[in-house]
């Protein structure tokens, strides 16, 4: 199973980034799916998620009002909107995929399935 995540780039304050996650797993409509975030040197941080069937979605009050998770189960792909985006959005971001298919978020290492992290970089 993998989990790859993409779309991370530079972009301006204020600006907007769109990122994907796509999944290589059976049964992808089944799973919750969740985004963190982590800036080298401080913890893996809760970002958003979302569960199986789209209609339940939870947010980091960080990042609540500008970002939007969302999901394509047609193509096995979860996608984080990230608008109004600021500098301290700056991070590595990555998904990761609970079976349960609930949006509540849990601990990164309680996911069954972590993908690799794709850079964020917001310039002032």
């Given at each position: 199973?993998?989990?790859?995540?993409?779309?991370?780039?530079?972009?301006?304050?204020?600006?907007?980034?769109?990122?994907?996650?796509?999944?290589?797993v059976?049964?992808?409509?089944?799973?919750?799916?969740?985004?963190?975030?982590?800036?080298?040197?401080?913890?893996?941080?809760?970002?958003?998620a979302?569960?199986?069937?789209?209609?339940?979605?939870?947010?980091?009050?960080?990042?609540?009002g500008?970002?939007?998770?969302?999901?394509?189960?047609?193509k096995?792909?979860?996608?984080?909107?990230?608008?109004?985006?600021?500098?301290?959005?700056?991070?590595?971001?990555?998904?990761?995929?609970?079976?349960?298919?609930?949006?509540?978020?849990?601990?990164?290492?309680?996911?069954?399935?972590?993908?690799?992290?794709?850079?964020?970089?917001?310039?002032?």
């Open positions: 199973v993998q989990l790859q995540a993409s779309g991370g780039g530079l972009v301006q304050a204020g600006g907007s980034l769109r990122l994907s996650c796509a999944a290589s059976r049964s992808f409509s089944s799973y919750g799916m969740a985004w963190f975030r982590q800036v080298p040197g401080k913890e893996r941080e809760f970002v958003s979302i569960s199986w069937s789209g209609a339940s979605t939870y947010y980091s009050d960080s990042v609540k500008r970002f939007t998770i969302s999901r394509e189960n047609a096995n792909t979860v996608y984080l909107q990230m608008n109004s985006l600021k500098p301290e959005d700056t991070a590595l971001y990555y998904c990761a995929a609970d079976q349960y298919g609930n949006s509540r978020p849990l601990p990164w290492r309680e996911y069954d399935y972590r993908g690799q992290g794709t850079l964020v970089t917001v310039s002032s």
